[in-house]
């Protein structure tokens, strides 16, 4: 029996999930949760990084810097997906207005993939700001897995594709 979050506790066939969103208290909480991002991120983005030599967009060249400063927008909200109370991956969403929010990056480690993680993450995400009636993303286009997990997801081309080099473009969902 599947109940709200990511964080699951296995006892016998039932499972547990709850969500584990950022309290921003302090300057050094904020900087030791960039820290734990940036080294899970850079693990999860390498082999998209290696396969598309992209280290000017891709998430896996980002510096912590880069990330300290996105934390710090107001309307950026980070979480991380947890698996029996060990950080398994990290969603960050955008809500740039009461009604429209943009999943920015989700990512799980790649030794938790295919177990349906990213799967709940996103519907626990969506229940998180039900005055969200638009949600849009953007993904690799060749990158079937991730194209798939979206439109499972309900999410819609738009038709919108931008080409970042020869072999790599983005394509823009929209729910």
């Not at 300057?27 to 983005?45: G, R, T």
């Not at 997801?153 to 594709?161: N, V």
Request: hydrophobic letters at 35%; aromatic letters at 12%.
């Amino acid at each position: 029996m599947r109940r709200a979050f990511w964080r699951q506790r296995y006892k016998g066939a039932k499972r547990r999930k709850e969500i584990c969103k950022w309290k921003y208290r302090s300057k050094k909480q904020l900087y030791k949760d960039a820290e734990e991002i940036y080294s899970m991120q850079i693990i999860a983005f390498k082999p998209l990084l290696d396969k598309y030599q992209d280290h000017e967009g891709s998430p896996g060249a980002e510096t912590i810097e880069q990330i300290r400063a996105r934390m710090k927008y107001p309307q950026i909200s980070c979480y991380f997906i947890q698996l029996n109370s060990e950080n398994i991956g990290h969603i960050r969403i955008n809500a740039f207005s009461e009604d429209a929010c943009r999943l920015s990056q989700m990512f799980i480690l790649q030794e938790y993939q295919g177990n349906g993680y990213a799967q709940q993450a996103v519907k626990e995400i969506e229940a998180l700001y039900p005055n969200a009636k638009n949600w849009i993303l953007d993904t690799i286009k060749q990158e079937p897995k991730l194209r798939h997990l979206y439109e499972k997801m309900g999410y819609k081309l738009t038709g919108k594709e931008t080409n970042i080099q020869d072999g790599m473009d983005l394509v823009d969902y929209a729910k």
